[in-house]
């Protein structure tokens, strides 16, 4: 699962990088950092207890993306990491994340909303940290907490 992100993470980004002015010659550090940005927004969601951004983002519409707070969470990172890492101007790496960011996640939640050929949230769970270890930091390891604990276990 985490191949076919970082696999549409790397079309995506390759694309906008020569739309963003940024040089050919960062195009692998530009994408590491783009595929970072993404992957760390949703294993932070994960391990922050909120689910229900990730379920949310998955299963909603794509018209409104930069106002999702989760979304705003890895433009924001992505950006700090282009001018502090790779020494990129703000203006453009600014103008980079706000146009990748939305389009990979569009394409990732039109993968989800695909059924013949899309990601599974469970698959994605898993990838980002195992089924059993997320249940087990939302619940404490504890069995029949009720509530939104025991609704979760029943996903996997």
């Known amino acids: 699962m985490l191949e076919q992100i970082t696999n549409l993470i790397e ?7 020569s739309n963003a002015g940024i040089s050919t010659d960062l195009v692998g550090e530009v994408t590491k950092e783009t595929g970072d940005s993404v ?7 994960i391990s922050g207890g909120d ?5 949310s983002l ?11 707070p989760m979304v705003m969470g890895m433009i924001t990172n992505l950006v700090g990491s282009l001018t502090s ?13 706000t146009a990748v960011i ?3 996640i569009s394409s990732i939640v039109s993968k989800n909303n695909d059924d013949a050929d899309g ?3 469970t698959d994605l769970l898993s990838s980002l940290g195992g089924e059993k270890g997320i249940l087990d930091s939302l619940t ?16 996997f």
Request: net charge positive.
């Open 11 to 17: 079309q995506v980004s390759s694309k906008e990088i």
């Open 39 to 45: 992957i760390n927004g949703f294993k932070d969601s």
């Open 102 to 104: 939305p389009k990979i």
């Open 58 to 68: 998955l299963g909603g519409g794509t018209s409104n993306l930069l106002s999702n």
């Open 140 to 155: 404490g390891g504890k069995e029949g907490l009720g509530g939104a604990a025991d609704l979760l276990k029943g996903l």
């Open 51 to 55: 689910l229900g951004a990730l379920t």
């Open 119 to 121: 990601f599974q949230l």
């Open 85 to 97: 890492k790779l020494g990129l101007g703000e203006g453009i790496a600014n103008n980079f994340a």
